[in-house]
């Protein structure tokens, strides 16, 4: 993945955000006046009863839609997070760095070491 979709991650979860907030509320809004249109026909050949089916047949699209654009903001990184997943990577092949808690230990345990024979001097 290139480091310039790394940084557009952010402006991809933010786009499915607002996509998703978008048709969720038409989803619902065209749901309702749908079923209020079907319920206030007087039969299947009624103009608001065809318009309501109309409308519900797209509050299901808008669901649909709505799960998509969700599903995208569930798996799709922020810059941040695929910045983390990189670097993780990075750390888990690096012989260099796998090696350097060893060196930290060492290095620290030779400094208490120090510091001890220190106080031991002063007495």
Partial sequence: ???YWITRLDAIVTFSEIMATLCGIAAIVLLIIGVLNRYDAYDKEDKE?????RLI?????????TLLFSLCILFVPTTKEMCAIYVVDYLKENEKVQKMPEQIIDAAANFLEEQANKGKEKR
Avoid: E, H, P, Q
Wanted: aromatic share 18%; net charge positive; hydrophobic share 40%.
């Fill in 57 to 65: 047949r797209g509050g299901v699209y808008s669901a649909v839609l």
């Fill in 49 to 53: 009863y065809i318009s309501g089916t």
């Fill in 1 to 3: 993945m290139s480091f």
